[in-house]
Every structure is written in structure tokens, then in C-alpha cells.
């Protein structure tokens, strides 16, 4: 598909790239572009505007809120030149600042869309499990004190796998149509002082992992007794569950697209190789 797509493209000088980025959250107020606040959209669509002199619009797969981080990022855009794909990756790192970099690109169909054509998308969430704060993983990881249990976590975990109404779950100002969600798969590991929680589903509402893993703390530190995750989930209020989750230990790590367009489904984990 590849070859006929840059064909094409190279015929009528229209070409259509989806790149993969990768971005340290911690002093950008978000993806998306907001009045006077720095949003990595902002960051990124001025490095392609400065590469390609004129100005290109962006669709992301996933709009992360202020403070969270991305490894597997994946956005769209549609412009009127032809370039390599390795030209995408060097030439727009060139404009890019250090906490923001393109990891790869790859010429897709006309009518890609990253948002719209992904499949599902992969979240990881990474708690600093250790008496006394981490200077070293501030900004990069939640912090619980109290001694956790990532086996009772996963276990409790397990009621979220498949299609529910995530209402429990939901931000108050979420625009979602509906609060039907499908997870796909849901792991709470240990590794040493870490606590990495992954989750994959076809979408996501407005800060449903953040509050998933808020409520997953309760039950890690005994604050809530086993069986209460599943009356949280079937009481379909946000007042059931906990508060909202730091945002720093939060990453996209991965979005699924049809096989065919031959897009990489996942970024590095930020702290390990996981399987």
C-alpha cells in the first residue's frame, strides 16, 4: 500500500504522513492547542511549519491533559510537498524542543486519520511504591507511601475487562457521547519500588485512567475492602470512585491501527521492556 500511496502523492504533490512522537508532558498544559498556555500541539505544529515554511494542522490519536506524557503518540497531517520519511523524522527534530521528538513517520493513505482509524489505544500507569518521595521520579511517576498490594489490584482490576459503562470513571466535564468503553486488557505489575499499570481499550473518556488507578490505590492500600471496584463500576458515579490521579506517572504508549497501513502499534515503555 505504501508504494502506491507515494506514488500517487508524488504525482499531484499532496502527501499524507502519520508520525509517531514522543513527549515529556511535564511543563506543556496538554496536547491540544489552548489561548496563551504551551500544549505540545503548539510545540509541534511550529517545528513543521519551520520545516516546511507554511502551516500544517494536526490530528492526534489521543489528546493528553496537562502534566502527561506520550511514548506512542501518533498524529496526522496532510500537506502539499513530498518529502522522505526519514527527512520527516530529521528535519522536524531539528525544530523541536529537547522534551519533544518525532520517533519515526510513514507515508499513509489520503484519507488517514489518527484519531478516527486507531483501533485502540494503550495506557501505561507507573507509582512510585516507597516510604519517602523520589526526587528522581518526580514528574514521572504517581507517589503512594503506604505499602501497596499490586496483586489485589489486578486481581479487583479484572472487573473492567470488556464493555461497561464507565460513568464511575468519567470527568464531570467529559464530552463523550456515550460512556460505553470497551478495555481490552488490564495489568497491575511489580517491579521493585514500581507500580506499572497498563491498559488498553478502543477509547477512552476524559481522565477514566486516572480515576481507575485512583480507585485501584484504595483497594492496593486497604482503604477499600475487595468486591468494592465492581459496586463502583455498577453504581455509574463519579462520586463512587476515588479522586483523580496525579497526571505524571501517565503515558501513552501505544495506538492500534489496521495491519495493512504497517504503523509501529506501540512506543518503548518508559521504564522497561514489558512483554
Sequence with gaps: MSQTVSFATAQNNFCAVALGVEYNGLRYCGWQT??????VQDALELALKKFITKPVATICAGRTDAGVHGTGQVVSIAVDCVRSESSWVRGVNTF??????????????ED??????????????????????SPVMAGRTGWVWRPCDEKIMHKEAQCLVGEHDFSSFRAS??????????????????????????????????????????????????????GWLKNVLEARERAAAAPTFDPNGLYLVGVEYPAELGLPARGASPFFAID
Excluded at 489552548?34 to 500544549?39: A, I, K, L, R
Aim: proline share 6%.
Design 173 to 226: 466535564e467529559c464530552q463523550a457521547a456515550t460512556p460505553v468503553r470497551t478495555i481490552h486488557s488490564l495489568r497491575v505489575r511489580r517491579f521493585g519500588r514500581l507500580i506499572g499499570i497498563e491498559i488498553k481499550a478502543n477509547a477512552f473518556l476524559q481522565h477514566m485512567v486516572r480515576n481507575i488507578v485512583g480507585s485501584l490505590v484504595y483497594v492496593g492500600i486497604g482503604r477499600e475492602k475487595p
Design 96 to 109: 523541536l524542543p529537547e522534551d519533544i521528538a518525532v520517533r519515526w513517520a510513514k507515508v499513509v493513505p
Design 34 to 39: 489552548q489561548p496563551d498556555q504551551p500544549t
Design 112 to 133: 488517514f486519520s489518527a484519531r478516527f482509524d486507531a483501533l485502540s489505544r494503550t495506557y501505561e500507569y507507573w507509582i512510585c511504591n516507597d516510604r519517602v518521595r
